[in-house]
């Protein structure tokens, strides 16, 4: 089939929940992909922060490959190797204790609901527990994610939704302060906004959560499914501030393209909240995320991806930097590692599919900001040819 094909085929079998972009990707090999008519593109999208070793390592394929020949799924009702060895590398990156592993990301934000919950209904015997989300936020599709997604526009179809969750202003400590009362059970937040147009949680703010929740036992749940696994230079962005949550969710890059998720939690948390019983899942955790996710760690920690993300993405940020300088169409730059985003007084939509028509892949966030969430493995050569097809398609933009 032509790629007019596949997409006709796609648009008469596939559910339409996606507005997608007019091309049919095949394959891909460092940071570029490469659709069914041949045309390469560079890729500053990575799946949307998942493919943080870019397309084709050799040795994160083959690791899967073995894995394949050896055993792909046992349940959870037995043990397995590789993800033994994945939560022992996950807790030794986080710091964090005991760790559950998810399809996804949103169904870890499920894990850490209920995680907190169950704390809270074991310290007191209460079922009426509130949670305090942020405005502008995005945690995921699923009902109880929805419910602490702080945007009406995806929720409102769906409600009534999960009851007692609250919304504070991100970075905007008083107003979560006046949300507090006896009820209050977490506090939910990305450590970097995303969806929400790509804003770094300031140091006051969530060290004055932090703070506040040690004192009121209250748990910290930080969202590091977009900003985690190295984005921001740090292995998780909140050890870039002096704050250690309660309860951590992380997906996307994890397993670097294969499905998976975890929340992780303290040990206090864990002897207080789920216990066999409460929770569960029949793919989550099989032999062949373990071994994606055992060898990303390996590769990131080998190969010093951290290191490298620190240095390239003040590169990035320069040049970003310079294009706001030149076009006065861009409003804001915002961000922190190879997670950063420019604010539009254009439509981004029309940016993105222009930049697409020239080889570049660049994704959105909220209504008027550029994402620029590449592979981590980005070089100077790229961020400098993304650099030109940018300055052109905001050159003519205005003309």
Request: glycine share 10%; with cysteine.
């Amino acid at each position: 089939m032509n790629s007019v094909e596949y997409m006709e085929t796609a648009e008469q079998n596939l559910l339409h929940t996606y507005n997608r972009f007019g091309v049919v990707l095949e394959s891909g090999k460092g940071v570029r992909l490469y659709d069914t008519d041949g045309k390469q593109y560079l890729d500053f999208a990575a799946g949307i922060a998942v493919c943080a070793l870019g397309y084709g390592n050799a040795e994160y394929n083959a690791a899967l490959k073995e894995q394949v020949d050896k055993l792909l799924h046992t349940s959870n009702l037995y043990y397995n190797p590789p993800i033994i060895q994945a939560a022992a590398l996950v807790k030794k990156a986080s710091g964090m204790d005991r760790v559950f592993f998810t399809n996804s990301g949103a169904e870890a934000v499920e894990g850490a609901i209920k995680s907190a919950k169950k704390y809270a209904y074991t310290r007191d015997g209460h079922t009426d527990h509130e949670i305090i989300a942020m405005e502008n936020s995005f945690h995921g599709r699923t009902l109880g994610a929805l419910s602490v997604t702080g945007n009406p526009h995806y929720q409102e179809a769906f409600e009534p939704l999960l009851g007692g969750v609250r919304f504070a202003r991100f970075n905007d400590l008083d107003s979560v302060k006046a949300l507090i009362n006896d009820k209050t059970c977490a506090i939910i937040l990305e450590t970097v906004q995303g969806e929400g147009g790509v804003y770094p949680a300031s140091k006051d703010f969530l060290e004055g959560i932090a703070a506040i929740c040690q004192e009121k036992d209250i748990l910290l749940i930080l969202d590091e499914i977009q900003c985690g696994m190295g984005r921001t230079g740090a292995m998780f962005a909140w050890q870039h501030y002096n704050v250690r949550p309660d309860i951590m969710v992380a997906a996307k890059a994890l397993g670097c393209g294969v499905p998976v998720g975890a929340f992780l939690t303290t040990e206090r948390v864990a002897q207080k909240s789920l216990v066999p019983g409460d929770h569960g899942t029949t793919y989550g955790g099989n032999p062949f995320v373990g071994a994606a996710v055992s060898k990303v760690f390996e590769i990131m920690e080998r190969d010093r991806i951290l290191e490298h993300v620190t240095a390239i993405s003040e590169y990035l940020w320069n040049r970003l930097e310079a294009l706001k300088d030149k076009h006065e169409c861009i409003h804001d730059h915002r961000g922190i590692g190879l997670m950063q985003g420019l604010q539009l007084a254009v439509p981004v939509g029309v940016v993105s599919k222009r930049a697409l028509q020239q080889g570049l892949i660049l994704i959105t966030a909220g209504s008027n900001v550029l994402r620029f969430v590449p592979p981590l493995i980005i070089e100077e050569e790229h961020i400098d040819e993304m650099y030109r097809i940018l300055d052109d398609v905001l050159s003519g933009m205005v003309k």
